[in-house]
């Protein structure tokens, strides 16, 4: 299994701002994943972060919006930018799940509030 | 297209009686299924997956779940509740040689009573 963290674990910003989640990994990966959990939702993959390439975002995403870097295989962040209300989730990091009979793993979450 | 419906927003259950969160799922091909619970203030920790084999999956803190192919579901179960189950859980599917990325359920929160 793989051991995922997450900076900040939560964080109260004003609108209009932008934060910045960092996420770490204990082993080498290929592909990262970025969820929203929206309160009382699912989870949406917002996109799917590659080392060496540029993200793919999923239909209702977009990088000026979430931008997302991914500077080599144990790391990733995504930035949650021009801040709104509507932005107030948890955003979750995962790993793993591409394979056969692999299983998907997710980071403790960041909990966002904006005011 | 693939679909997963939790049927019930919340379970209550006394703690010690047997507890089952329900799924149902909808793929076309043969699903991959998950439970994931939530703690409150946690992320999503893996319970137990389905691929092929045995109908009766066996996973982490003593749950397990059923796969019924007729019934297109994979209802999670425990025996004897514990408070400390109270939870989010999350059902999720994707299919066998399809797209890598699951659809997950909307989530069942789980009350265990003392």
């Known amino acids: 299994s793989a051991v995922i963290s997450q900076k900040p674990s939560r964080d109260i910003c004003q609108r209009g701002t932008s934060l910045t989640i960092q996420c770490q990994v204990d082993?080498?990966?290929?592909?990262m994943f970025w969820y929203r959990q929206q309160p009382g939702q699912s989870l949406t993959l917002i996109a799917t972060a590659n080392q060496g390439s540029e993200a793919t975002y999923e239909s209702g995403f977009v990088i000026d919006k979430f931008p997302i870097s991914r500077p080599n295989l144990t790391f990733s962040t995504l930035t949650v930018s021009n801040m709104s209300p509507e932005d107030s989730s948890i955003y979750l990091c995962s790993v793993g799940g591409t394979g056969f009979q692999e299983t998907q793993y997710f980071g403790p979450g960041t909990r966002l509030l904006v005011l | 297209a693939q679909s997963v419906a939790q049927p019930e927003d919340q379970v209550n259950v006394a703690e010690g009686n047997p507890l089952t969160v329900k799924c149902t799922y909808s793929v076309s091909g043969n699903p991959y299924l998950f439970w994931y619970v939530q703690y409150p203030n946690r992320g999503l920790q893996f319970l137990l997956k389905y691929i092929t084999g045995d109908n009766l999956v066996k996973g982490s803190y003593g749950f397990e779940a059923e796969f019924n192919k007729s019934q297109t579901s994979f209802h999670l179960k425990k025996p004897s509740a514990l408070v400390s189950d109270s939870a989010l859980y999350f059902c999720a599917v994707r299919v066998i040689g399809g797209s890598y990325i699951p659809t997950f359920g909307r989530g069942t929160s789980l009350i265990v009573h003392p």
């Open positions: 082993s080498q990966v290929t592909m």
